[in-house]
């Protein structure tokens, strides 16, 4: 029989990668037939479903809760839940408790796996310590240059430190790219298993394009507006290939603490704001670009890179992070140092030949990615740690 999962994820309904992971690992559950509990904030409280092999069960924040975006947030009384997480825990016996991060649901999480003496899964999903760094440019940027400098990387080093704790009381650890399972199996000294993501490829399709050709280029943005994933760069880029002559549209979707900063910056007709996406909406606007300009340095994987591939739009990403692992450099996008984003748009822009290759190579490599072997792989991963109990072989 195979284990039975608790998973307390940080975030569930929101628009980022974690939430997006975790609707995918309890549908994989629920197509599967596996016995799964999922312990998340939400809308709507309700008791868990008892019914069936996946269980859920919904708990609100509170009015205390602090906003960390516009759509994320942390309730420092989430722990008035306990009693009520531990009678439905009782129930449910899970052999393992696995966490996304070091949020109120992370904290309970772990703290359950130690009161019940059962294995605890911890994986890393966001870099919160570069986040943590970057987010304090709003005083850093008062400061003389080495001393700013020298601010951020103390706060990132200290943020760094605090999540390792939680990561190190793990007996496994997953992570989106080998790189950052290497520095976490460093900082941990616990082993770490591959977590990636997949895609819908009948979601996002090719065939949603209604856009016809023309010389004009559609450039892409798809995620957060806010100051980690390096928006700044997307109007400089916007100036530079005006000056070179090209004809060229930034498509932005998202929202964030920046849309504002953001829109100012781009002369009105360079840019159109679209907002939050989802479904088919979100798929045919990807169809409709050209290509998807995604210049952060701290994501640790891309979902919207994928979705990108997923929809023959080929990427252009930075060298750092998770997302250089997804592109094939010159075959399904070109992977580079914020300096020459512009230089390798320019590119696709004079060779339309090269850029229609790139876009049937993108729709080909996302065809190999898929949620079950994704999910596939971190079950095997699981029964490294579980010990054998009247629900595992």
């Known amino acids: 029989m195979p284990p039975r999962v608790a998973y307390f994820p940080d975030s569930f309904h929101e628009v980022n990668g974690v939430a997006h992971t975790s ?22 409280p309700s008791p868990p479903n008892q ?27 989430f722990i008035r839940h306990l009693i009520h997480v531990e009678r439905v825990l009782s129930r449910f016996q899970p ?20 009161d019940l003496g059962i294995p605890l ?30 601010a951020e990387a103390g706060v990132e080093a200290f943020t760094l430190s605090a999540v ?40 996002f399709n090719p065939t949603r394009r209604t856009r016809p050709t023309e010389n004009k280029l ?50 009105t007709s360079k840019a159109t704001f679209a907002g939050v996406l989802r479904g088919e909406t979100l798929a045919t606007a990807y169809a409709n670009m050209d290509l998807l300009v995604f210049p952060s340095h701290t994501d640790t994987f891309g979902n919207v890179v994928l979705e ?12 750092d992070g998770g997302p250089k692992y997804i592109i094939e450099n010159g075959a399904t996008g070109f ?28 729709r080909t490599h996302a065809l190999t990615c898929n949620w079950d072997a994704v999910f596939h792989r971190v079950y095997a991963a699981y029964q490294t740690v579980i010990p054998q109990s009247p629900h595992t072989p």
């Open 218 to 267: 559609v450039l892409g943005y798809v995620g957060r507006l806010s100051i980690e994933k390096n928006i700044a760069l997307l109007p400089l880029i916007e100036q530079q290939l005006t000056a070179l002559g090209h004809d060229i549209h930034f498509l932005i979707i998202g929202h964030g603490s920046e849309e504002a900063t953001l829109r100012a910056a781009f002369p």
């Open 335 to 362: 992977i580079t140092p914020d300096e020459s984003f512009a230089n390798a748009i320019a590119t696709l822009a004079n060779n339309r030949s090269l850029l229609t290759r790139m876009r049937e190579n993108a």
């Open 121 to 150: 899964a911890a994986s890393w999903h966001t870099n919160v310590h570069e986040y943590a760094g970057r987010r304090l440019n709003w005083l850093t940027s008062h400061l003389p240059p080495a001393h700013a400098s020298t």
């Open 308 to 319: 990108a591939l997923a929809s023959g739009v080929p990427a252009i990403v930075t060298p």
């Open 95 to 114: 052999d393992i408790i696995h966490i996304t991060g070091p949020s109120e649901l992370g904290l309970l999480g772990a703290w359950f796996a130690h």
């Open 23 to 44: 609707r995918n690992f309890a549908a994989y559950a629920q197509r599967h037939q596996l016995p799964f509990l999922c312990v998340r904030a939400g809308p709507t």
């Open 164 to 203: 390792s704790w939680l990561y190190r009381k793990a007996q496994i650890l997953f992570a989106p790219n080998r790189e950052l399972c290497a520095q976490l199996e460093t900082a941990t000294g616990t082993p770490c298993h591959l977590m990636q993501r997949g895609v819908d490829t009948n979601l």
């Open 51 to 77: 019914s069936g092999h996946s269980q859920t069960l919904e708990l609100p924040r509170s009015f205390a809760s602090v906003g960390l975006e516009k759509d994320l947030a942390f309730d420092p009384l």
